[in-house]
């Protein structure tokens, strides 16, 4: 099991741009996929950008695709998401999660952070 714990959330205007962080415990964090996901209100969480284990396989959902950029450093156990021009509707929760990545799809794990929230206005 991976705990992890997300920072880097906040209010920004649209057009901004935010970093957020997600840190993990154990020593085989360089074995996992990562995700981000997010979760606005009433809405199902969505995959936004996943990596794979040695950072050379990355996906976007096509809403943030040339915007936001997944990044990992296994050295310091952290995977990270920039994300530019950010609009309204970006606004929501956003989760880092350990997963497994295979021919480019990822799969989730039960093992999720607390969230960070990402509030974007117009």
């Known amino acids: 099991q991976v705990q992890l714990v997300e920072s880097g959330g906040g209010l920004v205007q649209a057009g901004g741009s935010l970093r957020l962080s997600c840190a993990a415990s154990g020593r085989t964090f360089s074995s996992y996929a990562m995700g981000w996901f997010r979760q606005a209100p009433g809405k199902e969480r969505e995959l936004v950008a996943a990596?794979?284990?040695?950072?050379?396989?990355?996906n976007y959902a096509d809403s943030v695709k040339g915007r936001f950029t997944i990044s990992r450093d296994n050295a310091k156990n952290t995977v990270n998401l920039q994300m530019r021009s950010l609009k309204p509707e970006d606004t929501a929760v956003y989760y880092c999660?350990?997963?497994?990545?295979?021919?480019?799809?990822?799969?989730?794990?039960?093992?999720w952070g607390q969230g960070t929230q990402v509030t974007v206005s117009s």
């Open positions: 999660n350990a997963g497994r990545m295979y021919l480019g799809t990822y799969y989730p794990s039960g093992d």
């Open positions: 990596i794979n284990w040695s950072g050379g396989t990355t």
